[in-house]
């Protein structure tokens, strides 16, 4: 975003004054789009990446703006890439993002949409226990569903499945196959992010039927 200076001249009553105040042409970034383009609120260490065209500079001298009051800075990784880091917010909402090489910038200028959302926290699971051949089908209770397309993860340990939900505030997911019984993590990530809470959920060895004896008995019972 580097930009052309030029001096200004005075003038005063016809006369051109000499000054030595400098004038920039500043090349703003043309901003195309964020990934991810939705953050959690009340939650620190995010990271956006903003994709475009003409980011030049350093994370000393380059900012993005998540509406009025939210300036961080940033850094270009090349003409077409930069990263930032989201801010620490408390209001869900849609906000404009723009970047500029100037932290207080104000004009008009190139921005994209970024939406703050409140994703909830677990508060309870159900069943809290399953068999180690899985397929339980497990309610996360706590999450806030907001109709948009956001992609919610259930973790059994180390293993994810997807989430789907039922409801405004339930997250089913079904419990993934494991070798070994015991107590394991299960938390939840929305966009990649985790989200507040986590609870346990066993394991344990299902009793396998291998054969029936006898296989036929009569009308009457009491075998």
Known sequence: MTGEQVKLLLQFEGQLCQSDLLFVYL???????????????????QVATVIGEGFY??????????GLGHVVRAASLSSSMAVCTVPFVQQAGLVQLTCSQYEHYRDKQPS??????????????????????????VSVFGLKEHGISLIHRCQFGKEEVKGSFVGRSTLICESPKRFEAGKVSLSVTAEGRKVE?????????APAIISVTPCIVGKGGGQ
């Open 112 to 137: 994209l949409h970024y939406l703050f959302v409140d994703v909830g926290g677990i508060n309870a699971i159900f069943p809290t226990t399953g068999p180690t051949r899985g397929g339980s089908v």
């Open 57 to 66: 500079g350093s994370a000393a001298s380059f900012y993005c703006s998540f």
């Open 197 to 205: 809470g986590a609870k346990y959920f066993e394991y344990f060895h």
């Open 27 to 45: 090349r703003l970034p043309l901003l195309q789009s964020v990934l991810p383009s939705i953050g959690i609120i009340e939650r620190s260490g």
